[in-house]
Nanobody
């Protein structure tokens, strides 16, 4: 079955950096777009970034553009999110998600907490 397991979250000071990882299994990782989405306390889900199957095309929400970088290693079945210049507004639970192959997502990880605070 499809499994997505995030890691790398935690507490970081404003201006700091974190790198999230998502280990994927149970499907052909290299065949699907992958995404990061987040949910801040008391707010709805927010799409953060997406990356195509080869890793050659990436898209970002305006709120993270220039600060976050999505990447993937298809040999390791792993998705990454490098987060730099973190702000308090980036505090959220971050989820990696598998694309459906058409539009949207069909599987999610359990999520990982990122807290940006001094």
């Amino acid at each position: 079955q499809v499994q997505l397991v995030e890691s790398g979250g935690g507490l970081v000071q404003p201006g700091g950096s974190l790198r999230l990882s998502c280990a994927a299994s149970g499907f052909t990782f290299s065949s699907y777009w992958m995404y990061w989405v987040r949910q801040a306390p008391g707010k709805g889900l927010e799409w953060v970034s997406g990356i195509n199957t080869s890793g050659g095309t990436a898209n970002y929400a305006d709120s993270v553009k220039g600060r976050f970088t999505i990447s993937r290693d298809n040999a390791k079945n792993t998705l990454y999110l490098q987060m730099n210049s973190l702000k308090a507004d980036d505090t959220a639970v971050y989820y990696c998600a598998k694309g459906t192959g058409i539009a949207g997502y069909d599987y999610w990880g359990q999520g990982i907490q990122v807290t940006v605070s001094s």
